[in-house]
């Protein structure tokens, strides 16, 4: 693969900004079409492997329905996609993050400037006051939960509140990585809408315009083919040496529960002390892994080996976050994760 510089990839743009949507046509007409329906339900959970759009259709999704508050008006009725015009009052609002009647729940900044590991229950608590407010706009209210995933026990149990006893005229879209493993009573309150890995043709295209990279760059191709179908996956394959990172690391999960500690070594060395290209390429190797393992598991109905590769995920992610969110030492965390995987997998 063609060495290309991290920075050249960094300028990515945000979902709230996305004007296309790449490979999702069906999910968007089940959104368009409930809508029209004049019957849509309150919360839509949408879910999918990381990276392939989810977040996009959510914003997507806001827009149409802020800038078009009657679900029965004829250009509704007639409408094919959800796009709007982004040159539209709306759609200009809401990529500056200034929409009234949009209420994005994320991980955001602590006290000292770092980005928090979990969705916390004060920022999901914001939802109250949100849906309680009638002077800041008329019409609908959305709120996207960017993600389910993210919200810590206390955040889960107050975002289940409201949902409980939806106001009117109020719409959540709730993005999951995992739908499978948030909390029943979530789930139990939303649609589900499972959007699946995008196809390579759409994965270039998504990436081009997510960034400044050129749809018919040979390295954009390269890294989409090698993606699963993940527009984020891309754009870390294209950053340095992030393929081979993750060819190194798949080797060593190959061979566990055997461990070889002069390879876990080297590759602590080579994810560095601060390069976050890096450290997602190893994460994001580790994920696809344990994520496959779970399904063959989940197949073959092993449900203690389940549950423990389950917990030893859960672990990961947390620990990952904290290593990127602190900037910590990489090895450790190399050495960490192995050893929780060859425990697992014995």
Known sequence: MSTRKTEQVTNIR??????????????ETALLNAYRSGRIPHAWMIG???????????????????????????SVQRAETL????????????????????????RGLNDRGVLRTVITVDETRETISFFGSTAAVDGWRVCIVDTV??????????????????????????????????????????RKLSLR???????????????????????????AAASDGSVSRALVLLGGDALKLQQRTSALLAALPR????????????LGTSDRVALAAFIDGIDRWIGAKLRVED?????????????????????????ESYNLERKPLVFSVFGMLAEATR
């Open 83 to 106: 796009a709007l015009d982004p040159q539209h009052a709306v759609a200009r609002q809401i990529a500056a993050g200034a929409h009234g009647g949009l209420l994005v729940l994320e």
């Open 299 to 323: 197949a073959n109905a092993e449900l203690p080996r389940l549950a423990r590769l389950a917990e030893v995920w859960e672990k990961i992610i947390r620990s990952a976050r904290d290593t």
């Open 259 to 270: 461990i070889d500690p002069l390879e876990l070594h080297a590759l602590g060395d080579a």
């Open 48 to 74: 999918g492997p990381q990276g392939i759009g989810k977040a996009t259709l959510a914003y997507r999704m806001a827009r149409f329905v802020l800038a078009n508050a009657n679900p029965m008006a004829p």
């Open 197 to 223: 890995p995008l196809a390579t043709a759409d994965v270039i295209q998504a990436a081009a315009c997510a960034t400044d990279i050129a749809a018919d760059d040979p390295a954009l191709a390269e890294a």
């Open 149 to 190: 995933d993210e919200l810590n026990p206390n955040a889960a149990n107050a975002l289940l509140k409201i949902l409980e006893e939806p106001p009117q005229r109020s719409l959540f879209l709730l993005v999951s990585h995992s739908p499978a493993r948030a909390l029943p009573t979530i789930l139990s309150r939303c």
């Open 14 to 27: 945000h979902p709230r900004e996305a004007v296309d949507l790449h490979g999702h046509h069906a999910a």
